[in-house]
């Protein structure tokens, strides 16, 4: 987060069920979500007060969010096919990668319906937002290309949020992923296999 909390998940890879815990600066863990669950990707709100997280059952997985100082989960999704939770820079949005239906988007207070913010039949995720929340990073996986970066322009009003046209940020034969805007807007950090690891 912002205030540089860490959320993590420790051991091995595989299945079983986990808790979700806070860790302070000096490395101490307290729970945050003790009840156990198949959990994945949380990601912090940006005030802090909220954690979308995603949560499996059966096949499917859902986003739900988690108010920790009510102690209440709230469920977002209900196809099965959501995850990779995204928060918008002002709190009010989650977007996150609707499988087989490119990306998606929903309000993260529970109001609302998912709506669609890209359609696509390549996987796509979203990554960064930028900090005034007008442009969407995402990583898109190609079969000619292997992975590539894109940025969507946004535009918010009371209907919601709306993806303009992607536009092509990075795409080259090397597996670029993991764009992120930096904290001022004007920079963008990757990953990419073109020179090595």
């Given at each position: ?18 808790t ?34 995603e ?28 995850n ?70 946004l ?37 990419s296999d073109?020179?090595?690891?």
């Open positions: 987060s912002q205030a540089g909390t860490l959320i993590y998940r420790s051991g091995g890879a595989g299945g079983g069920l986990l979700v815990a806070w860790l302070d600066g000096v490395g101490k863990a307290q729970p945050l979500l003790a009840k156990p669950g198949n959990y994945g990707r949380p990601g912090m709100s940006p005030d802090g007060q909220r954690l979308a997280i949560v499996s059952e059966g096949s499917g997985t859902d986003i739900w969010v988690y108010d920790w100082q009510r102690d209440t989960m709230t469920r977002l999704t209900f196809t099965g096919n959501a990779g939770p995204l928060w918008s820079p002002d709190g009010r949005y989650i977007a996150f990668r609707a499988v087989g239906e490119g990306m998606s988007v929903t309000r993260s207070d529970g109001s609302g319906k998912p709506q669609p913010l890209t359609q696509s039949k390549n996987t796509q995720y979203p990554w960064s937002f930028m900090p005034d929340g007008k442009r969407l990073a995402i990583q898109e996986q190609d079969s000619k290309t292997s992975r590539d970066l894109w940025t969507v322009p535009e918010s009003d009371n209907a919601g949020l709306r993806a303009g046209k992607p536009e092509v940020f990075l795409q080259t034969p090397a597996y670029e992923r993991t764009p992120s805007f930096s904290p001022d807007g004007r920079w963008m950090a990757y990953g073109e020179s090595g690891t």
